[in-house]
């Protein structure tokens, strides 16, 4: 990698890390791009030639968040052996990113109805399918042994990323008075109950 290359990628870097730093500091309102130019001591023009606009760096930043997340979670599926487990580890994964990564976790539930998703809608889709899909091969196998629920992939998505996510964003959100230790006690199961294949009717007398 040349020299100019290593500076636009520390440039890059920087900007992330700062634009971060400045929503969790000054939330929704005070994330700017005046904002982040001055805390990162970063041009507009830089900040412009790297990300397009100040809607493509919270584009990036957002994905970035949301790769760190679905990395964590499917770190700790692939480490697991049985069904229930795996649905048990995704959910206490995601629970233990949202207090470990406050700030990371933070951007992406508050991020949710943010002109800069829309604007990079197909962009942050490709990068959360990309994601899913992985998670969706790691459920595969198992659904077509009998060993989880055979439930169409985007119903995955709703049943377990569905309640932790509620539960990840009362906990950010000061509205909600939400224990993260208790949801992380109660969802692992309830989640792998939503997903547990039906017991087979009972086999005739004889």
């Keep these: 990698m040349s020299p100019k290359q290593q500076r636009g990628e520390a440039t890059v870097e920087l900007l992330l890390s700062t634009a971060l730093r400045v929503y969790a500091e000054s939330g929704q309102e005070g994330f700017t791009v005046t904002a982040v130019t001055t805390a990162s001591k970063v041009s507009l023009g830089s900040l412009y030639h790297h990300f397009g606009s100040f809607d493509g760096l919270a584009a990036a930043l957002y994905i970035r968040c949301l790769e760190r997340l679905f990395d964590e979670m499917t770190a700790a599926l692939e480490r697991s052996r049985t069904a229930r487990t ?109 997903l547990r294949p039906e017991p087979g009717p009972p086999e005739p007398a004889r």
């Design 86 to 194: 795996g649905v048990r580890a995704l959910v206490l994964a995601y629970l233990r990113f949202t207090q470990e990564h406050r700030d990371a976790a933070l951007f992406l539930h508050a991020s949710a109805y943010s002109g800069y998703l829309a604007a990079r809608a197909e962009q942050i889709r490709a990068a959360k399918a990309a994601r899913m899909a992985v998670i969706g091969a790691w459920m595969r196998p198992r659904m077509e042994r009998g060993e989880i629920a055979p439930v169409p992939g985007p119903m995955v998505e709703v049943l377990v990323m569905g309640p932790v996510a509620e539960a990840a964003r009362r906990w950010l959100s000061d509205t909600y008075d939400l224990d993260l230790a208790e949801a992380a006690r109660i969802l692992p199961e309830s989640i792998w109950r939503s």
